[in-house]
């Protein structure tokens, strides 16, 4: 398994399964969505904090892969890689592995910070900057994910 944060792990639940007898696509994000609330924890931006302050993180953007498909049952573990960040921008890399360690699945997302007290995009708070700059050094021996920046193109001849 890549040495990133770990930021969540779930079973794959019945109702996720589709018509095919493996994970809808739909569920994948789902998921990735639940590792993205994990590390939002882990940066500080806890239910209270946001509460509080206000502050959160709304995505943007996002591209997923879909690698492996994945079956009824079974443990996936989400780990998360913050590629990139700046005073109100978030840029990270999530990975989908199942009990084997194979990859199943990789979504980028950016996240903007939000402040929903004031409704509008707002710089980081200094706790905020303190936990990304953290965890930016934490991460500085990963190397870039290959397919990160990639977006979705055919071939033309």
């Known amino acids: ?7 969540f792990q779930t079973p794959v639940l019945k109702e996720w399964i589709d018509y095919n007898g493996h994970l809808n696509d739909a569920y994948y994000l789902v998921i990735f969505t639940k590792a ?7 940066l500080g931006l806890s239910l209270d904090h946001i509460k509080t302050t206000g502050e959160t993180l709304f995505t943007v953007e996002s591209h997923l892969s879909y690698i492996k498909e994945i079956g009824l049952g ?18 990270i890399f999530h990975r989908m592995f199942n009990e084997h360690n194979e990859l199943l699945a990789t979504v980028e997302m950016l996240f903007l910070s939000y402040n929903l007290l004031a409704k509008k995009v707002t710089n980081f708070s200094d706790l905020m900057m303190q936990s990304l700059s953290k965890i930016t050094a934490d991460q500085a021996h990963l190397l870039w994910p290959d397919s990160a920046g990639k977006g979705i193109a055919l071939k033309r001849k």
Request: glycine share 4%.
């Open 1 to 7: 398994m890549h040495s990133a944060l770990q930021t």
């Open 36 to 42: 993205s609330d994990g590390l939002q924890e882990h």
């Open 74 to 91: 079974e443990i996936v573990t989400i780990t998360t890689q913050v590629l990139e960040t700046d005073n109100k921008r978030i840029r």
